[in-house]
């Protein structure tokens, strides 16, 4: 049996916690049981630690940006994401006058992974509405007005909170919307069929397995002992183990015959969920038999006849959730306009960040009550992507004047522009992995965004994006 390290006991309620790394004290403190191999091997708690209160079903990690007093914006993560998903979006949201929420879903990041009730709604999208309504209540942000960004998997919950809450939603945003994904694997469908095995799926993973990447072999071991003294010693070890050190020596400093390897960042985060979040696995097997991530098109259809604001993000590479779907969404939802930008897929958010989080922000500040078709030339791209220049920005509004005429207003860019003083997020809260697959590269520098005057009559901002103004 493999030693492991933990608090003499679970703690029953999770007080609030300040922002910050998730060390691995901190994790031991607060109940998670880490093998003492890991340790030995220098593993790292892959997520990002917000603030935690005690949800129904175990502990919410959850981040809060910006005004109190501002717009609200709540955002749901997509499938094995975390909150960290939305760390641009926070940053530059709240620095313009916007109060943004971002939460770990249940079965992600540090919030709880509950078990898989196969008779029962886990991981259900009434699910994840009830644990936003747990984290909006525990804020005090009951009944008031919001948007909703949805990722992914995200675009769904965001649909189906809005289909509970038709009141309080203003907007949604949904970037490459899942619920639509064609031709549902044959081995997911057989999961509905053999749901009593999801509980069980983590004793069908052993250590044995992934010994590769966390042992040095003893060729290379010996290897080490002769070139003791030689500079190309990492060089050598690092050659396919995605090492970049090795140690012989335990997490108290006491030497071991077994010569370990540092874990690559994506090795890091899988094997934390595999052997440190032990449900890690079954949750996300459950996740997939219960998320309509292939059949959300009647839930889609109920939402977009509520006719609120919709902007549809798509890459047009996305192989995942191919932007055929942008043509039915835009159907659905009757207040909707969609953008497809080019040489982006399934991670549009993260590869064209500059893109995706000025446009959201340049959506937001259109007023609730008024038709986006009117304003597909005030937002800084148009729907093939392509960035408008401020001097080609319009409004095309047509509406009743009060002698019962239709009149046609056009609005301008003119004005003094001030620049808006958005930092770069944190490192820690870039590295966002895709699970059992390659690190994502930390994001580009998504300052410089300016916003522009006011309408007199309307107050529509203007969203300027220097580094693309110039081209």
Request: charge should be negative; charged fraction near 20%; aromatic fraction near 10%.
């Amino acid at each position: 049996m493999s030693e492991t390290f933990s608090s003499l006991e679970e703690p029953t309620s999770v007080p609030e916690e300040e922002n910050g790394e998730a060390s691995i004290e901190w994790c031991i403190k607060n109940g998670y049981k880490i093998p003492k191999w890991l340790l030995n091997c220098n593993i790292k708690c892959p997520f990002v630690k917000g603030k935690i209160f005690q949800g129904v079903h175990g502990p919410i990690n959850y981040s809060v940006a910006g005004n109190p007093n501002g717009s609200l914006v709540l955002t749901f993560h997509g499938y094995n994401a975390s909150h960290t998903t939305f760390a641009t979006y926070q940053n530059v949201l709240s620095k313009n006058g916007f109060l943004v929420v971002a939460f770990d879903l249940y079965g992600h990041g540090l919030s709880g992974y509950p078990r898989y009730k196969i008779f029962g709604d886990t991981f259900t999208p009434k699910y994840y509405v009830d644990q936003a309504d747990e984290l909006i209540n525990h804020l005090g942000y009951k009944d008031r007005k919001l948007s909703i960004i949805g990722l992914s998997m995200g675009a769904c919950l965001a649909a189906a909170y809005c289909e509970r809450y038709p009141k309080n939603v203003e907007r949604l945003i949904l970037i490459s919307p899942a619920g639509l994904i064609p031709k549902k694997p044959v081995r997911v469908r057989l999961l509905k069929y053999i749901q009593c095995c999801i509980p069980c799926a983590s004793c069908c993973v052993c250590r044995c397995c992934f010994s590769r990447y966390t042992h040095v072999p003893k060729r290379k071991q010996e290897q080490i002992v002769s070139d003791d003294e030689d500079d190309e010693y990492h060089d050598t070890v690092s050659v396919d183990l995605s090492a970049i050190d090795v140690t012989n020596t335990d997490s108290s400093g006491i030497e071991n015959s077994e010569k370990y390897a540092t874990l690559s960042p994506t090795m890091n985060r899988m094997l934390w969920s595999l052997f440190v979040t032990r449900r890690a696995l079954s949750n996300i097997l459950g996740i997939v038999n219960r998320m309509p991530l292939w059949t959300s098109h009647d839930l889609y259809t109920r939402v977009g006849e509520l006719n609120k604001q919709t902007l549809i993000l798509f890459g047009e590479n996305d192989t995942l959730t191919p932007p055929q779907s942008a043509e039915i969404l835009s159907k659905l939802f009757k207040n909707s306009h969609t953008i497809v930008f080019p040489n982006s897929d399934h991670l549009l958010s993260f590869k064209r960040p500059i893109e995706v989080v000025s446009t959201c922000l340049a959506f937001l500040g259109i007023p609730s009550n008024e038709r986006i078709a009117n304003y597909t030339r005030w937002l800084p791209f148009d729907s093939a992507g392509n960035y408008i220049p401020k001097s080609d920005r319009e409004i095309n509004y047509d509406f009743e004047d009060d002698n019962g005429q239709d009149e046609q207003h056009l609005g301008s860019s003119g004005g003094t522009m001030e620049e808006t003083d958005v930092p770069n997020p944190p490192l820690s809260a870039l590295s966002t992995f895709r699970f059992f697959n390659t690190r994502m590269s930390p994001f580009p520098n998504v300052g410089n965004l300016l916003i522009g005057e006011e309408l007199t009559k309307q107050k529509v901002p203007l969203v300027v994006v220097t580094q693309l103004e110039n081209l």
